[in-house]
């Protein structure tokens, strides 16, 4: 079945700092990925996207490349702010399947 | 713009009593979800729905009930409110229109914090 795997712990970094999360996931055929955000107290919105391999999806900042040699969505951010401390979520949909599989999540938090 | 509504945001029940979450969509979306998100564990599926009259067991489905009437509403019903049901609960909708649309996300509402003593 679909699964995606975010690295463990949370992820404490100073302001203007350089943010990764890894996400890899396993999936039959060719997945469409996503990153969610949920700050705090509010529902998850969709950051970004990419539905094919290669594909770089983007968004305030932020950047994912589909990597299918690697099965992996790794998001990334080359300055964080202190607004962007959130919790961040891997996910994937399979063609002709609409049901979402998340990865547990990343807690980011961004110190001044 | 309303997008994914869901009533109440706050609910604290005894063990026992019933309640039903509500979720409504006003972008005319095929397919909603209920999911619960808990600490270390990420949001697991509870039901879902690809249509009017259509619904399904996710992953955690026991102690829940859903129905789906019409497009728009999605209820989640707790049939007997036990502790381990504390959570917060997200209601998601998305786009379903067939062999274009496995690249939509999903529209999710602010959630529903639940607290069963």
């Known amino acids: 079945g679909n699964s995606v795997t975010q690295m463990e712990g949370p992820v404490t970094l100073s302001e203007e700092a350089f943010l990764t999360i890894n996400c890899t996931y396993t999936?039959?055929?060719?997945?469409?990925l996503f990153w969610y955000v949920q700050y705090p107290g509010e529902g998850l919105q969709l950051l970004l996207k990419?539905?094919?391999?290669?594909d770089k999806g983007s968004n305030k900042g932020f950047e994912a490349t589909y990597r299918k040699e690697t099965t992996s969505f790794h998001l990334e951010k080359g300055s964080v702010q202190v607004s962007d401390s959130a919790v961040y979520f891997c996910?994937?949909?399979?063609?002709?399947?609409?049901?979402?599989?998340f990865g547990k999540g990343n807690q980011v938090v961004v110190i001044p | 713009n309303a997008g994914v509504t869901q009533t109440p945001k706050f609910q604290v029940l005894k063990t026992g009593q019933s309640m039903t979450l509500q979720c409504a969509q006003d972008?005319?979306?095929?397919?909603m979800s209920w999911y619960r998100q808990d600490p270390g564990m990420g949001l697991r599926l509870i039901h879902y729905?690809?249509?009017?009259?259509?619904?399904d067991q996710g992953e955690v489905p026991n102690g829940y009930n859903v129905s789906r009437s019409t497009t728009e509403d999605f209820p989640l019903r707790l049939l007997s409110a036990a502790p381990s049901q504390t959570s917060v609960y997200f209601c998601?909708?998305?786009?379903?229109?067939?062999?274009?649309?496995f690249g939509y996300g999903y529209t999710f509402g602010s959630g529903t914090r639940l607290t069963v003593v």
């Open positions: 996910a994937l949909k399979s063609y002709g399947n609409n049901r979402l599989a």
């Open positions: 999936a039959t055929g060719y997945p469409s």
């Open positions: 972008m005319n979306h095929e397919y």
């Open positions: 998601a909708s998305s786009f379903e229109g067939g062999t274009g649309t």
């Open positions: 729905s690809v249509g009017a009259g259509i619904t």
């Open positions: 990419a539905t094919k391999a290669d």
